[in-house]
C-alpha cells in the first residue's frame, strides 16, 4: 500500500515537473514572440514617422505653389470674384427648346402610337410619307 | 559534548607548562571553532567577524576604486546612452500639420580598445565615409577611450557599406534625428535642435527648459510616442503665404531686411512670424549669423508713427483729449532747446484728432503727448509694455533702449516714434491692445482659447478709446495713408510707419525702417498684420518714394487678400450698418 502510494507520488511529482517545464517553455516563446512583435510594431512606428515627414515634405506650402504656378492655370481668389446669393440672376422662365425646334420644324403634331397603326399604315411623324 | 568540554577545562589548566600540553592548544583551538556550545565559541565568531569584515571590506575597497577612477570598461550601452540623441516631442501648427518631428537614423561608432590596427581601421573608414577627416579619426581611434563617434546620422547605404568593412571595434547604434520638413518657413518660431538633439533656439529651446532635459539627464529613456506633441498658434498656409510676399517685397524694394507677423488680437495667438533672411532649420549652418536675428523678438527699432496711434490713444483714454478736439500746426515746427521738430507732411492749419492720424502730423502728437505730461506718458508705456523686455516662448528676446534721461523733449520724440526703440512684436501687443477693446495681451506661439487669453489679459484703456482708435485706424484705410492694403470687403484699417535710420549716431534721410500694421475687420477686429522693411528703396510705380505705404503697406495688402479666405474672414459688401456708434454720436471728424 505504502509503496502504491509511493509510486503516486513520484509519477504526480515527475508529471508536474513535465508539465512546469512545458509551460516555462511555452512562456519563454512567447515571451520571445511578444519581444518580435513589439520591435516589429517599433520599426512601423519608425516607418510611419518617416512617411509623415515625407508626406509634409512634399506637401510643403512652398513646393505646392511652385508646383500649382507651373501646372496649374488656377489664380489666388479676389475679392471680386466672390458675389453674393442676391446678386446671382434669378432663372428665366421655363423654356422647352426642344420642343420649339421641333415647333418650327413643322414637326409639332403628336406622333402617332402602336395603337393607331391598324388603322393608318403611316408611321413617320406628323403623317409624312 | 560535556566530555570534551571537561577535557578542555582540564586541559586549560594543565597547559601551564610542557611542550605535549602546547600542541594539545593547538588541536584545541580547532576543536573550539566547531563546538557547538554557546559560552565556548567565541573563536568561531571571531572567524564570523573576521570573514564578514574581510568581504565588506572588499566591497567598500571596489566601491571607491570604482567612484574615484571611473573605469572605461563600463558596457557599451552605458557609455552610448549618454551620448545618442534624445527623443524630443513633435511641433505640430494650429492644424496639425508636421513642422518638426524625428526620424530614426544610424550613427556609426568605434570603441578604440578594441580595434586592433588603427591605420587599417581608419584607411577603410574614409573610403566608405569620404567626408570624414582622416587625420582626426586617428587621433580619435588613438586615444584610450571605450566610446567614440565615427560619424553621426550615416545613410542606410553607408550602413551597409561599413558593416561590410567588418571592422572589429566599429558597431551601429540607432538614434533620434530632428528633421523639419517645411525648410525655411518657419524657421524663427521652430528654432533648432543640435546633432545630439538638444534645443538650441526658438521653440525647440523651449521645449527643453519645460523639462524634457531634465528627463533625460535624470536618466529615462525618453520615447517619442510618450511625448506629448507640442502644438503652436502657427498657421502653417499662412505663414507660407507672409513669407512667400515678403521675399517677393525684399526683392522688389531691394530692402536689407523684412519681417512681418499676423495675431489674433482676442486671443494673443501668432497665426504667423517671419524674419528675412531667415536659415534652414535642419541644415543651420548660418543661423548664427548676424543678419539671420529674429527681427521681430530680437531686433529693436524706432516704430515712426506707428506710436502716434499709442499716444493719441494715451491723451483721449487720460481725458485730455476727446475726439474733436483740434490742435495747431501753424508754423510747421516746434523748437526744444537747440532742436527743431519739423512736419514731414505739413498742413499747416489747426487739425482735428482724426486728422493729426490721418496727415501723421509730429505737432499734433507732440502736443498730445505734452498735455499728458512726461511722468503720464512714461507711465502709459510701461503699461503698455514698451518699456520693459518681453518675453515670449521665443527664448530670444531684447530690451527696448529707452532714454536714459527722459525730459520733454524725449516724449515730444517719443510721441511720433522716435526715440524709443522696442522689440516689433512689443508694439504688435500694444496695437493689439488698442484695438481689441482695451485688453493687453501678451503674445503667444501655442494655440490658446479666448477664454484662457483673457485670463491673463490686463485691461489698459477703456472701450470707448478702442473704439476710437478702431475708427481712425479705420478712416486711415479708407482715405489716408493705408489705403494701399484697403482689400475691398475686409474694412482694413491700418497705419503707416516710416522712421529714418540712425547711422553713427545720426538720422540717414535716405535710409528708412518702414513698418505697417493693419487691422481687420476694423468694426471687430480679428487680426492684426504687421509688415516691415529695413532700407526699402524707391521702385518705378512708387515714383521713388520709399515710404512705408509703398512698401510695407503693398505688401500687407496682399498677404490680407491671401490670407483672410485661409483664415475664416468673410468679404462683406457693403461696410457694416454702424460700425463706430460712438464716434458717430460724437459726430467725430469723417464720420459722416
Do not use: C
Amino acid at each position: 500500500m505504502i509503496k502504491l502510494l509511493h509510486i503516486v507520488a513520484i509519477g504526480a511529482l515527475v508529471s508536474s515537473a513535465l508539465y512546469a517545464y512545458s509551460i516555462k517553455y511555452e512562456t519563454t516563446l512567447q515571451a520571445e514572440q511578444l519581444q518580435k512583435l513589439k520591435a516589429k510594431a517599433q520599426r512601423e512606428r519608425e516607418a510611419i514617422a518617416v512617411l509623415k515627414a515625407e508626406w509634409q515634405f512634399l506637401n510643403r506650402p512652398e513646393r505646392l505653389q511652385a508646383l500649382a504656378e507651373r501646372h496649374l492655370e488656377l489664380q489666388p481668389l479676389t475679392t471680386t470674384q466672390i458675389v453674393r446669393l442676391s446678386d446671382v440672376p434669378n432663372r428665366g422662365p421655363k423654356v422647352d427648346s426642344i420642343g420649339r425646334k421641333l415647333e418650327d420644324l413643322g414637326l409639332g403634331v403628336p406622333t402617332e402610337t402602336p395603337k393607331d397603326r391598324k388603322s393608318n399604315a403611316v408611321t413617320t411623324p406628323g403623317g409624312r410619307p | 559534548m560535556s566530555d570534551a568540554a571537561d577535557q578542555h577545562v582540564a586541559a586549560g589548566v594543565g597547559s601551564a607548562g610542557g611542550t605535549r600540553t602546547r600542541r594539545w592548544l593547538r588541536t584545541d583551538w580547532l576543536r573550539d571553532v566547531f563546538r557547538m556550545s554557546g559560552e565556548k565559541s567565541e573563536p568561531r565568531v571571531g572567524l564570523v567577524i573576521l570573514g564578514f569584515s574581510g568581504l565588506f571590506l572588499a566591497i567598500v575597497g571596489r566601491l571607491i576604486m570604482l567612484g574615484a577612477f571611473p573605469s572605461e570598461q563600463v558596457g557599451l550601452r552605458r557609455a552610448t546612452s549618454t551620448a545618442i540623441s534624445a527623443a524630443r516631442p513633435d511641433i505640430l501648427d494650429r492644424n496639425g500639420v508636421q513642422l518638426a518631428t524625428d526620424i530614426r537614423t544610424v550613427s556609426v561608432f568605434a570603441e578604440p580598445r578594441n580595434i586592433l590596427d588603427k591605420d587599417e581601421a581608419t584607411e577603410l573608414l574614409t573610403a566608405v565615409l569620404p567626408d570624414l577627416n582622416a587625420k582626426e579619426l586617428r587621433d580619435k581611434l588613438g586615444t584610450k577611450k571605450g566610446f567614440v563617434w565615427v560619424k553621426r546620422e550615416i545613410t542606410p547605404r553607408q550602413q551597409a557599406e561599413v558593416h561590410r568593412l567588418g571592422i572589429p571595434g566599429v558597431g551601429f547604434v540607432p538614434e533620434n534625428k530632428r528633421v523639419y520638413p517645411n525648410g525655411n518657413v518657419a524657421a524663427h518660431v521652430l528654432g533648432f535642435a543640435n546633432v545630439d538633439n538638444i534645443g538650441i533656439a526658438g521653440i525647440e529651446k523651449y521645449i527643453d527648459s519645460q523639462g524634457l532635459q531634465d528627463l533625460n539627464g535624470a536618466g529615462f529613456a525618453v520615447q517619442a510616442s510618450d511625448l506629448k506633441p507640442v502644438q503652436l498658434s502657427i498657421d502653417m498656409r499662412v505663414q507660407h503665404l507672409l513669407r512667400d510676399e515678403l521675399v517677393k517685397g525684399l526683392e522688389k524694394y531691394r530692402a536689407i531686411a523684412a519681417a512681418g507677423a499676423i495675431m489674433d488680437v482676442n486671443t494673443g495667438e501668432m497665426i504667423a512670424l517671419v524674419s528675412l533672411p531667415d536659415f534652414d532649420p535642419g541644415n543651420p549652418v548660418d543661423a548664427l549669423e548676424k543678419d539671420r536675428i529674429n527681427r521681430m523678438n530680437v531686433g529693436v527699432y524706432e516704430m515712426g508713427s506707428t506710436f502716434k496711434a499709442l499716444t493719441i490713444a494715451m491723451a483721449l483714454d487720460a481725458g485730455k483729449a476727446n475726439i474733436n478736439s483740434s490742435y495747431s500746426t501753424a508754423g510747421g515746427m516746434m523748437r526744444f532747446g537747440r532742436q527743431v521738430i519739423k512736419e514731414y507732411h505739413g498742413t499747416g492749419r489747426t487739425l482735428t484728432v482724426p486728422e493729426v492720424f490721418l496727415h501723421s502730423s509730429n505737432m499734433g502728437s507732440i502736443k498730445m503727448a505734452l498735455s499728458v505730461g512726461v511722468e503720464g506718458h512714461k507711465a502709459f508705456l510701461r503699461k503698455m509694455m514698451q518699456l520693459d523686455r518681453m518675453t515670449t516662448e521665443l527664448p530670444e528676446s531684447a530690451a527696448p533702449i529707452v532714454p536714459q534721461r527722459w525730459g520733454e523733449i524725449n516724449t515730444a520724440t517719443i510721441a511720433f516714434g522716435h526715440g524709443l526703440a522696442v522689440a516689433p512684436i512689443q508694439a504688435l501687443a500694444a496695437v493689439g491692445a488698442l484695438v481689441n477693446g482695451g485688453y493687453l495681451i501678451k503674445p503667444t506661439f501655442l494655440k490658446r482659447t479666448e477664454e484662457e487669453a483673457r485670463k491673463e489679459a490686463i485691461r489698459v484703456i477703456k472701450p470707448e478709446t478702442s473704439e476710437a482708435m478702431r475708427f481712425i485706424m479705420r478712416l486711415n484705410g479708407e482715405k489716408g495713408s493705408a489705403r494701399k492694403a484697403d482689400v475691398a470687403g475686409y474694412f482694413v484699417g491700418g497705419k503707416t510707419g516710416t522712421a529714418e535710420k540712425v547711422i553713427n549716431g545720426r538720422y540717414a534721410k535716405n535710409k528708412n525702417f518702414t513698418t505697417f500694421t493693419a487691422i481687420a475687420p476694423s468694426d471687430k477686429p480679428r487680426y492684426l498684420f504687421l509688415a516691415i522693411y529695413d532700407e526699402p528703396k524707391g521702385y518705378a510705380e512708387s515714383g521713388g518714394y520709399s515710404t512705408a505705404a509703398w512698401n510695407a503697406g503693398v505688401t500687407t495688402g496682399k498677404v490680407i487678400e491671401r490670407a483672410a479666405p485661409i483664415l475664416g474672414m468673410a468679404p462683406r459688401f457693403e461696410p457694416p450698418p454702424s460700425p463706430f456708434p460712438l464716434m458717430a454720436r460724437l459726430g467725430a471728424w469723417g464720420s459722416r
